[in-house]
């Protein structure tokens, strides 16, 4: 059972354009989500984060829109640059109690093209 | 500020063979998680640990595989009697506290990758 999905397992933008990745879940009870960024053979490294009580959040080029009637989020740089070309991984998980496990997409994999 | 660290970095074991994979989380934090990335897939839960105590380890195999995160020292994933589908990387987070809000985000280690021959 995926509970975060994201659909597109790759997107090619051009340098300077807006990358729009996209992320759903299914579980109402997600109340944070996290997007991270994950270059070949290292670990993820957090890029920004939100709360189920904003619908935004912004961090530099980066923001993360959330639309919980949906149980959408996206995540949108811009402008995109070649150094973001990596596979992005949106988060979630359940806060407020005696976990915090975090439930992952599959990633989508990020290529800006010069 | 040195970030979560992980070591080894690679490791190769035979059948049958023990693998034991070490996180010291950054410095301050007191909460360990271990995830497990499958090869073409997202990274799995699999146990969340506090100093001398295992919190959730729902995501874990019921058999051969344990963690423990010590008063002193490392966290450790062990896994006994490797088999090939425990090929995979393996990663550490760790985090200061729980509850919602900016200090849970959880900050990865670079992996493990363990072949199992």
């Known amino acids: 059972d995926q509970q975060v999905k994201q659909n597109s397992p790759s997107l090619s933008v051009q340098e300077g354009r807006i990358s729009i990745l996209n992320c759903d879940y299914t579980?109402?009870?997600?109340?944070?989500f996290l997007w991270y960024k994950k270059y070949p053979a290292e670990g993820p490294t957090f890029l920004i984060s939100?709360?189920?009580?904003?619908d935004k959040n912004e961090d530099g080029r980066f923001t993360v829109f959330l639309n919980k009637s949906a149980k959408h989020l996206s995540l949108h740089i811009v402008p995109s640059q070649p150094g973001d070309s990596a596979v992005y991984f949106c988060?979630?998980?359940?806060?407020?109690?005696?976990?915090?496990?975090?439930?992952f997409g599959t990633g989508t994999l990020l290529a800006v093209q010069p | 500020n040195a970030g979560v660290m992980q070591n080894p970095r690679h490791l190769v074991r035979r059948r049958g063979q023990e693998a034991r994979l070490r996180c010291s989380p950054m410095?301050?934090?007191?909460?360990v998680y271990w995830y497990r990335q499958l090869p073409e897939e997202g990274l799995k839960f699999m146990v969340y640990?506090?100093?001398?105590?295992?919190?959730?380890e729902s995501g874990m195999p019921k058999e051969r595989f344990s963690a423990e995160f010590p008063k002193e020292g490392p966290s450790i994933l062990r896994i006994q009697q490797v088999v090939r589908g425990d090929s995979a990387a393996y990663f550490c987070?760790?985090?200061?506290?729980?509850?919602?809000?900016?200090?849970?985000?959880?900050?990865f280690g670079p992996g493990t990758r363990l072949t199992v021959l």
């Open positions: 579980n109402s009870m997600f109340d944070y």
């Open positions: 410095k301050g934090h007191s909460h």
């Open positions: 987070a760790s985090s200061p506290e729980t509850g919602v809000g900016p200090t849970d985000t959880q900050y």
């Open positions: 640990l506090q100093k001398e105590n295992i919190i959730d």
């Open positions: 939100i709360s189920s009580i904003k």
């Open positions: 988060a979630a998980s359940a806060g407020g109690g005696a976990t915090n496990k975090l439930i």
